[in-house]
Structure formats: structure tokens, C-alpha cells
């Protein structure tokens, strides 16, 4: 028997949509189809539907919930608190990639878990989130992030701007923020999914956040502290950007490719 293709909606054609996009083309093509897609630049919906094989609909949000079971977010904040209502109204799952968004409505994701509708959110940019998943039912005491970033890569950040924090002609590393993960994400949108996937996984904790912009590193750097009852971990990952985005880290695409692979596929590894 054949069976029915999973539909696929991607909302958001840049660094990540485009490399997922990609990959459910030519990956999951067995499984899955890339059935439409959506950016609120309609070139860039157009340039990215002439590198796949699927050729998907271009369309708006709204159509693309209809007519798609599984729709990833890979757009902004705005977008994806738009994409949860969006996932409720229409019961679809969802993949969200702008993870504060997840953090902000809490009480969305209480109503998704009621209605079963699954939201996922990728492990990203870091490692470590299977641990953290096991220790929320465990006794985590403390969880701490140290990000550290070129300059270049908090370029345009509003915060910085308000307290007239001046990065050019940095020479040695600067902390230009500290403080929780709330006050992280509302202030670094676009730098800090990292701590709301921390603060998620671990069962809604507050993750203690430190950014650093460094004229010494090339990558983003995220230190990772959880003090537990259970067990201590201490990670380090350097990220290298991704090809089209240097705010986006390279890990955080695969990472996202990986969960599909997981979602497609009957053996899965990791917990
Ligand atoms: N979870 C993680 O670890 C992780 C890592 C990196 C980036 N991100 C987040 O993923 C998102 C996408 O990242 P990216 O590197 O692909 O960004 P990008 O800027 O390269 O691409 C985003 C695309 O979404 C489109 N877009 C933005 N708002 C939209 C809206 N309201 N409706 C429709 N289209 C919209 C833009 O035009 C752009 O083409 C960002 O919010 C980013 O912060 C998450």
C-alpha cells in the first residue's frame, strides 16, 4: 500500500528554511513533501522555490496552516507567536525555531499539550538538551549560560544601543548583559534561543545569563553550567555561523534537519 506523503509548510526562507527545505527535498522525500512555503520577502520565497524539486505553493500564513500536518517556524518571534495561534486554531503540529516565542506563551503550549497538538523546538545551537530533559524530572539546582560573541554578532541590538554600549574598538572581552532568561530574550531576541531551549527543557527554570562580546573569538561560544542533585554537567560548544546567516549557527540547521529525521523515522536515538 502507498502511503500518504506527510505535508510540509515552512514559514521563513532564509538561513534555516532554506537548508530544511533542502533537506525534506531531497532527504524525506520518501516520507514527505515540502508543500508550501511562506516569507514576508515574496522573493525570497521565490528564489528558494527554484532551487527545490517539490516546487511548493507560495502562500500566507493562514493557507499554509490549512493545508499543510506539519508546519515549521523559521522566521522571527512575531512569526512564531503568529504560528502557535495558528497551530491551535488549525490542530497542526509545529516545529518553532524562535524560541522565544514558546517562552512568552506558555499558556499556549499548556492548551497545545490539553488538545494534543505537538510543538516541537530543536535542540539548536547547543548540546546537552537530553540531559537537561532528564534532569527536569530530577532535582536541578542551578543552570548558568555564558555566551560569548564576536562584536559583529550583536551588531544592531537595541539594548546595547539604550545603555550606549559601544562595541567598535573593543579589545579585550566586554559583559554586556547579565540577568535571567526572561530579561535575555526580551533584550537578545535573535542571540539568546539558546537560553529559552535551556529554560524550556528544564522544565521552565530560569537559566542565569551572561553575554560577552569578544574581539578575540570567531564563533559563538556557549558555556553551559547545571548544578544538580543528580550530576554536574559543564559543555562548551564553539559554533561556526551558517553559510547565509552569521548569527545563525551552523548546528542550529543540522539540528533541525536531525529532528525531522527523528520525526520521519521509526528508530529513534537520544532521549
Ligand atoms: N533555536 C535555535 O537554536 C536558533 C538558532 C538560530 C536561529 N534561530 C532563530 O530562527 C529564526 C530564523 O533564523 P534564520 O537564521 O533562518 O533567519 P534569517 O533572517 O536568515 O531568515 C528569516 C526569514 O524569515 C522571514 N520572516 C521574518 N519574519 C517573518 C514573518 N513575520 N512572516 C514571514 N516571514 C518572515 C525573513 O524575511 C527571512 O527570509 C530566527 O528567529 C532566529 O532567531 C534559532
Same mark, same amino acid.
Given at each position: 500500500m502507498k502511503m500518504k506523503k506527510t505535508k510540509i509548510g515552512l514559514l521563513g526562507c532564509g538561513a534555516i528554511g532554506e537548508e530544511v527545505a533542502l533537506f525534506i527535498d531531497n532527504q524525506l522525500k520518501n516520507k514527505a513533501v515540502l508543500h508550501g512555503i511562506c516569507d514576508r520577502e515574496e522573493e525570497k520565497s521565490h528564489a528558494l522555490k527554484n532551487k527545490l524539486k517539490s516546487k511548493?505553493?507560495?502562500?500566507d500564513m493562514e493557507n499554509l496552516f490549512k493545508e499543510c500536518d506539519l508546519l515549521i517556524e523559521a522566521a522571527s518571534i512575531e512569526a512564531a507567536n503568529s504560528a502557535l495561534k495558528n497551530a491551535l486554531k488549525h490542530k497542526k503540529s509545529l516545529i518553532v525555531l524562535s524560541i522565544g516565542a514558546l517562552l512568552n506563551n506558555r499558556n499556549l503550549l499548556d492548551l497545545a499539550d490539553k488538545k494534543n497538538i505537538n510543538?516541537? +523546538? #530543536?535542540s539548536g545551537a547547543i548540546c546537552g538538551i537530553d540531559g537537561v530533559g532528564a @534532569? /527536569?524530572?530530577? %532535582?536541578?539546582?542551578t543552570i548558568a549560560l555564558k555566551t560569548s560573541k564576536p562584536p559583529q554578532g550583536l551588531v544592531g541590538v537595541n539594548y546595547l544601543k539604550q545603555k550606549?554600549?559601544?562595541l567598535l574598538?573593543?579589545?579585550?572581552?566586554?559583559?554586556?548583559?547579565?540577568?535571567g532568561v526572561s530579561e535575555a530574550i526580551k533584550y537578545f531576541?535573535?542571540?539568546?534561543?539558546?537560553?529559552?531551549?535551556?529554560?524550556?527543557?528544564?522544565?521552565?527554570?530560569?537559566?542565569?545569563?551572561?553575554?560577552?562580546?569578544?574581539?578575540k573569538v570567531k564563533t559563538n561560544i556557549h558555556q553551559i553550567t547545571i548544578d544538580a542533585q543528580e550530576t554536574n554537567i559543564s559543555i562548551t560548544v564553539?559554533? +561556526? #555561523?551558517?553559510?547565509?546567516?552569521?548569527?545563525?549557527?551552523?548546528?542550529?540547521? @543540522? /539540528?533541525?534537519? %536531525?529532528?525531522?529525521?527523528?520525526i520521519f523515522s521509526s528508530v529513534k536515538i537520544g532521549s
Open positions: 511548493p505553493v507560495i502562500c510543538i516541537y +523546538a #530543536p @534532569l /527536569s524530572l530530577g %532535582n536541578i539546582k550606549n554600549i559601544n574598538n573593543l579589545k579585550n572581552e566586554m559583559l554586556v548583559f547579565q540577568g531576541p535573535q542571540n539568546i534561543n539558546v537560553a529559552a531551549t535551556l529554560s524550556l527543557a528544564a522544565g521552565n527554570k530560569n537559566v542565569q545569563v551572561q553575554i560577552y562580546a569578544d574581539p564553539k559554533n +561556526a #555561523p551558517s553559510k547565509n546567516n552569521p548569527k545563525t549557527s551552523a548546528m542550529a540547521i @543540522l /539540528s533541525t534537519q %536531525n529532528l525531522l529525521k527523528k
